[in-house]
């Protein structure tokens, strides 16, 4: 699961209601072309590399190839 997350706060399982541990950070990847906050909800996965990168984009900022339009 990827959420927005703020420091100190516990973050529970929808469904187990068990705390959720934090196993990864997204950090912003700058400079970007891209005007969308390095949030969530303005964020997509590249289909050749998997990496995520902002809807606005049409080339992924980390393999550099030009992504599938969103469906
Ligand atoms: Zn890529």
Same mark, same amino acid.
């Given at each position: 699961?990827?959420?927005?997350?703020?420091?100190g706060i516990v973050?529970?399982?929808?469904?187990?209601? $068990?705390? +959720?541990?934090?196993?990864?950070?997204?950090?912003?990847?700058?400079?970007?072309?891209?005007?969308? =906050?390095?949030?969530?909800?303005?964020?997509?996965?590249?289909n050749w590399c $998997?990496? +995520?990168?902002?809807?606005?984009?049409?080339?992924?900022?980390?393999c550099g190839r030009?992504?599938? =339009?969103?469906?």
């Amino acid at each position: 699961m990827i959420i927005e997350a703020e420091p100190g706060i516990v973050y529970l399982d929808e469904r187990t209601g $068990e705390p +959720m541990e934090v196993v990864g950070e997204v950090l912003p990847l700058a400079p970007s072309r891209s005007k969308l =906050p390095f949030a969530v909800e303005n964020l997509r996965f590249c289909n050749w590399c $998997e990496a +995520m990168a902002q809807r606005d984009l049409n080339d992924c900022p980390t393999c550099g190839r030009r992504m599938a =339009p969103l469906g």
